[in-house]
């Protein structure tokens, strides 16, 4: 079972991600929080494996209360829920180690689908936020951002290309093994040696480049 917090200060929100994900059976919200402070004191009492926290929230917002989390309840995978009109606050969080941005008004399958992901240690990253995040970005056009993406991925060997495609689809560890026909264990090394090599700090940052390069399309 999935133990999740969830953190949003409208109710009507809480409620509609609440419903969804009580349509799967292997998914529980432990507890719910209207602003970002609430969610770090319920997150240290029910220690759940994954906390969906609104950006913008009173008293604490969410990138505060992940940075909070990620001191008191490292074990959490923190999922940020973002809308079309929080760029600025995507690019900000895109370093400070959460596990992934899902869309607030998405498709509900993304959603549970995300939950599982960072739960079995993937990342989560809706297509239309990862799009927004490399068009925030900036740095020259689409076309010599992925160019420059593919670069960076060039000296990884085909297997690690692989996982690499594969995390930025948001697919679990356990599903990458699956797919790949090796242990869990060989996915998570797999992983931590190509964020070194690359210089990354999470697997957000390396689905990002991941869509950048145009690895996602083909996985």
């Given amino acids: 079972m999935i133990r999740v917090l969830l953190a949003d200060d409208e109710a009507m929100i809480r409620a509609g991600v609440r419903a969804i994900l009580a349509t799967d059976p292997g998914i529980e919200v432990v507890a ?95 297509p239309t936020v990862a799009r927004r995040v490399i068009d925030t970005l900036g740095g020259g056009g689409r076309f010599s951002r992925a160019a420059e993406a593919r670069a960076r991925l060039e000296p990884l060997t085909g297997r690690e290309r692989e996982v690499v495609a594969l995390l930025g689809a948001g697919l679990s560890n356990q599903e990458i093994a699956d797919r790949m026909y090796v242990v869990e264990g060989t996915v998570k090394a797999h992983v931590s040696a190509v964020l070194g090599r690359l210089g990354l700090r999470n697997r957000v940052q390396l689905a990002v480049l991941a869509y950048e390069a145009g690895l996602v399309q083909d996985a």
Avoid: N, Q
């Fill in 32 to 126: 719910e929080a209207g602003d970002g402070r609430e969610a770090v004191e319920l997150a240290r009492e029910h220690r759940p494996d994954v906390v969906l926290l609104d950006i913008r929230m009173p008293r604490l917002d969410g990138l505060g209360a992940a940075a909070e989390l990620r001191a008191t309840v490292p074990d959490a995978a923190v999922v940020m829920l973002t809308t079309f009109s929080e760029d600025a606050y995507i690019a900000r969080a895109l370093g400070s180690g959460v596990s992934g941005f899902l869309l607030k008004a998405g498709d509900p399958r993304e959603l549970i689908a995300g939950v599982r992901a960072v739960a079995g240690g993937g990342a989560a990253l809706s």
